[in-house]
């Protein structure tokens, strides 16, 4: 197993549930500094877990955040820190970003192999009364520029 990159592994804690006070208010303030998939955009697609992947997406890595184009589309997700660990030649990555105006979330595992990045969402809303997750799957290949491609439906 791999080690996290330095700035990256105290927000880690934060998002595992072991933070303390002073990573606690790291997070509030999330440190935007470059990380090491930055500058790299990948163009895919998106879909439900098991079912085909049938929604065009970009996601992108910049100034030590990463983002789902068609999700900031569709329902305002920001871009969000990303922590990332070295395994096997690959670079694994995990980031979490909050929907502004509801109480929803997407957790996003992924990695990047070369020129290829595949993963899972988690996307978790919660009401008073219930709480409904969906998993999603997604793929794509490095774009030679910055690419959106993100739907406008």
């Known amino acids: ?3 996290f990159y330095r700035p990256y592994l105290i927000a880690l804690i934060a998002l595992t549930g072991s933070a303390t006070a002073s990573t606690a208010s790291a997070d509030a303030n999330p440190d935007t500094s470059a990380g090491p998939l930055d500058g790299m955009t990948f ?11 049938d929604v065009p997406d970009s996601f ?5 955040t990463f983002v789902s184009k068609e999700c900031e ?7 969000r820190p990303y922590f990332v660990r070295e395994e096997g030649g690959k670079t694994l990555f995990i980031s979490e970003t909050q929907c502004p105006y509801k109480d929803a ?11 290829t990045i595949r993963g899972e969402s988690t996307w978790v809303v919660k009401r008073w009364y219930w709480t409904h997750e969906d998993t999603y799957e997604f793929e794509g290949k490095l774009a030679p520029a910055a690419t959106d491609t993100a739907s406008s439906d």
Request: hydrophobic fraction near 35%.
């Open 1 to 3: 197993m791999g080690i």
């Open 43 to 53: 163009v895919g697609m998106l879909g439900p877990d098991g079912k085909p992947k």
């Open 60 to 64: 992108v890595f910049e100034n030590g």
């Open 73 to 79: 589309l569709r329902c305002q997700y920001p871009a």
């Open 105 to 115: 979330k997407i957790v996003w595992r992924g990695e990047v192999d070369g020129d």
